[in-house]
């Protein structure tokens, strides 16, 4: 079983639907970043939360440590908004880093 | 604009070639990461280094070795390129001397192509 789950891994939705994508992890973590990354592009850095919530103009990011849960979500989306997101765990006390989702493709659509 | 710069977006190379895939970053970051991302897979932790002259395995590194010399630069090598290697590589960067802090920050990919 995956430390980091992601759902769904694939979203289509209209333009100016509210959007959610899942993330559940297995693991202590120090924080949880969501990342996006367009089609033959590089990385993202969306967010890096440890706890409560984060909000950057249509994006949101919650994560409740006690469930080992976050919810990234995008309001009033848009076709550029389409691109895969990732989960990432840092794991506490671990010098590696990151473990990652495997990604969900959102297509937003005109 | 704070940037890691990878060397080469795109490159094509032959069986059994030495590669080379280069990182910069200007951050003054203290650690550094090689991951591969292949469809279905996600992103997988080649190597990492959290000081110059320092690196550590991660979860696939067989076929593949490293080099930081300077803070700045983490260079990706494969010695002996093969077909299963062929995959988008990316080159990340946060802040902290070994810790679990800081922001992360990516390279734009390059997709290597083993023929």
């Known amino acids: 079983k995956n430390e980091v789950e992601q759902s769904p891994q694939n979203l289509t939705a209209q333009e100016g639907e509210f959007i959610t994508i899942n993330c559940s992890y297995s693991v202590g973590i120090s924080a949880l970043h969501w990342l996006q990354q367009h089609p033959g592009g590089g990385i993202v850095s969306l967010f890096m939360?440890?706890?409560g919530k984060k909000k950057h103009g249509r994006l949101i990011a919650t994560i409740n440590i006690q469930e080992k849960h976050s919810s990234l979500h995008i309001t009033a989306s848009h076709p550029r908004d389409s691109a895969v997101y990732i989960c990432?765990?840092?794991?506490?006390?671990?010098?590696?880093?990151?473990?990652f989702g495997s990604g969900t493709q959102l297509t937003v659509l005109p | 604009d704070v940037k890691v710069t990878q060397s080469s977006r795109y490159l094509v190379k032959r069986t059994g070639e030495k590669v080379f895939l280069e990182c910069v970053q200007d951050m003054d970051h203290e650690n550094m990461f090689w991951y591969r991302q292949d469809p279905g897979l996600g992103l997988r932790l080649i190597y990492f280094s959290y000081d110059v002259k320092m690196k550590e395995k991660g979860d696939i590194p067989e076929g593949y070795s490293v080099s930081r010399e300077k803070k700045e630069r983490f260079s990706l090598i494969l010695e002996s390129a093969s077909t299963n290697q062929t995959s988008m590589y990316l080159c990340a960067s946060t802040k902290g001397g070994g810790g679990n802090t800081g922001e992360l920050f990516f390279g734009e990919g390059s997709r290597l192509t083993v023929l």
């Open positions: 939360l440890s706890s």
């Open positions: 990432a765990v840092r794991i506490a006390g671990s010098a590696r880093q990151l473990t």
